[in-house]
Nanobody
Framework: QVQLVESGGGLVQPGGSLRLSCADS????????MGWYRQASGKERELVAS???????NYADSVKGRFTISRDNAKNTVYLQMNNLNPGDTAVYYC??????????WGKGTLVTVSS
């Protein structure tokens, strides 16, 4: 059974850094694509970054050069290193994994707040 568990959110000052992690505790299936999305208050959920099982990343323009996505296939875990955070990055961050045959699974989200 797939169960995604996110960690690493919190409160950080502008210019600071955070590292998010998302692990599939079941580790029964291998994911094809892993990704991070975010949803700010009053806005739609948007893609932040994704990465294929071959390690090819894709970033939203708003985070290019500041965020880095990576994955550990052996642990079925995806990471998001976020640097130079600004208040516009404040949102609930969700992890998504896509698996062959069984489709997409989402984590419950972790809140990131950037404020002085």
């Amino acid at each position: 059974q797939v169960q995604l568990v996110e960690s690493g959110g919190g409160l950080v000052q502008p210019g600071g850094s955070l590292r998010l992690s998302c692990a599939d505790s079941g580790r029964i299936f291998s994911s094809i694509t892993m990704g991070w999305y975010r949803q700010a208050s009053g806005k739609e959920r948007e893609l932040v970054a994704s990465i294929t099982n071959g390690g090819s990343p894709n970033y939203a323009d708003s985070v290019k050069g500041r965020f880095t996505i990576s994955r550990d296939n052996a642990k079925n875990t995806v990471y998001l290193q976020m640097n130079n955070l600004n208040p516009g990055d404040t949102a609930v961050y969700y992890c998504k994994m896509t698996f062959a045959f069984i489709g997409d699974y989402w984590g419950k989200g972790t809140l990131v707040t950037v404020s002085s």
